[in-house]
């Protein structure tokens, strides 16, 4: 069964710093892009970065200079380091993953709840 499980979430005081986690099953890490997604109540969930199989980023305009994805593949783990937080970086944070080959299964964590406030 494949898994993503998220950690490192919390209480932050705005200009803070948090990192996330996510350890993937071996079975589908290097074979897929990840990534990270938000959502703050009553709103949709949005991308926050990409980081492909082959390491190339992507990230929202909201959060470039700020965060900053990346990916260890020996530990099938991809991290989000997040500074210089904000209140409005409130959300709940989810792992993704995609395969890049057929059938381009994509899966996600249950997410991890960040909260910037003073």
């Known amino acids: 069964q494949v898994q993503l499980v998220e950690s490192g979430g919390g209480l932050v005081q705005p200009g803070g710093s948090l990192r996330l986690s996510c350890v993937a099953s071996q079975s589908i890490f290097s074979i897929s892009n990840m990534g990270w997604y938000r959502q703050a109540p009553g709103k949709q969930r949005d991308l926050v970065a990409t980081i492909s199989s082959t390491g190339s980023t992507n990230y929202a305009d909201s959060v470039k200079g700020r965060f900053t994805i990346s990916r260890d593949n020996a530990k099938n783990t991809v991290y989000l380091q997040m500074n210089s937080l904000k209140p409005e970086d409130t959300a709940v944070y989810y792992c993704?993953?995609?395969?890049?080959?057929?059938?381009?299964?994509?899966?996600w964590g249950q997410g991890t709840q960040v909260t910037v406030s003073s």
């Open positions: 993704n993953s995609r395969e890049i080959y057929y059938p381009w299964n994509e899966y």
